[in-house]
């Protein structure tokens, strides 16, 4: 069984950063797909970013140049670097991720999600 574990969400002020990691561990042959997706109060879950196991990166207009996803394929790893926040930004993060594990069919895995919370 895949799971996805995040970390890095906090409280931080309006023009603050953070960094949003996600590791995926279980028994697994790739991943392909890794993206970034948040959800406010009231609000449906929404794409922040993704990116492909090549590198290529896709973003919401409303985080473009202010945030940036990357991965380390090495660590199964992905993170999410956000700069100038806004109280806007404030949201659960869910980490997602496709891929293919060593048994079974292939899988698309949320995990538990991080809060954060940009305060004016």
């Known amino acids: 069984q895949v799971q996805l574990v995040e970390s890095g969400g906090g409280l931080v002020q309006t023009g603050g950063s953070l960094r949003l990691s996600c590791a995926a561990s279980g028994s697994i042959i790739s991943l392909n797909d890794m993206g970034w997706y948040r959800q406010a109060p009231g609000k449906k879950r929404e794409l922040v970013a993704t990116?492909?196991?090549?590198?290529?990166?896709n973003y919401a207009d409303s985080v473009k140049a202010r945030f940036t996803i990357s991965r380390d394929n090495a660590k199964n790893t992905v993170y999410l670097q956000m700069n100038s926040l806004k109280p806007e930004d404030t949201a659960v993060y869910y980490c997602n991720a496709h891929g293919v594990p060593r048994w079974g069919p292939p899988f698309a895995s949320w995990g538990q999600g991080t809060q954060v919370t940009v305060s004016s």
């Open positions: 990116i492909t196991s090549a590198g290529s990166a």
